[in-house]
Nanobody, 122 residues
Framework: QVQLVESGGGLVQPGGSLRLSCAAS????????MGWYRQAPGKQRDVVAV???????NYADSVKGRFTISRDNGKNTVYLQMNSLKPEDTAVYYC????????????????WGQGTQVTVSS
């Protein structure tokens, strides 16, 4: 069984910064892509940023130049550095691990974290 545990959310003023972390635990052999998604009240869950095991990254247009995703493959951990935060960044942020080979499972699985609240407000 694989678990994703997020940390680092909270309340920050506009223009401020936060760093989210997500650690995957379990008997993990490999993880293809890890990423961050967010869901604001009344809206669908959208991708924020994704990073592959090789380090390739993709960002939502709304966060380009402000957010940076990084990954420590040895620790199965992904980070999201969020700078110049805006009120519209307020949402629950979810960590995702895609195509995870772990334990005794023959097929890769996708896992989600429990979510961490990020609130940008003065």
């Amino acid at each position: 069984q694989v678990q994703l545990v997020e940390s680092g959310g909270g309340l920050v003023q506009p223009g401020g910064s936060l760093r989210l972390s997500c650690a995957a635990s379990g008997t993990i052999f490999s993880i293809n892509a890890m990423g961050w998604y967010r869901q604001a009240p009344g809206k669908q869950r959208d991708v924020v940023a994704v990073i592959t095991s090789g380090g390739s990254t993709n960002y939502a247009d709304s966060v380009k130049g402000r957010f940076t995703i990084s990954r420590d493959n040895g620790k199965n951990t992904v980070y999201l550095q969020m700078n110049s935060l805006k009120p519209e960044d307020t949402a629950v942020y979810y960590c995702n691990a895609d195509k995870v080979y772990a334990g005794t499972s023959y097929y890769p699985q996708t896992y989600w974290g429990q979510g961490t609240q990020v609130t940008v407000s003065s």
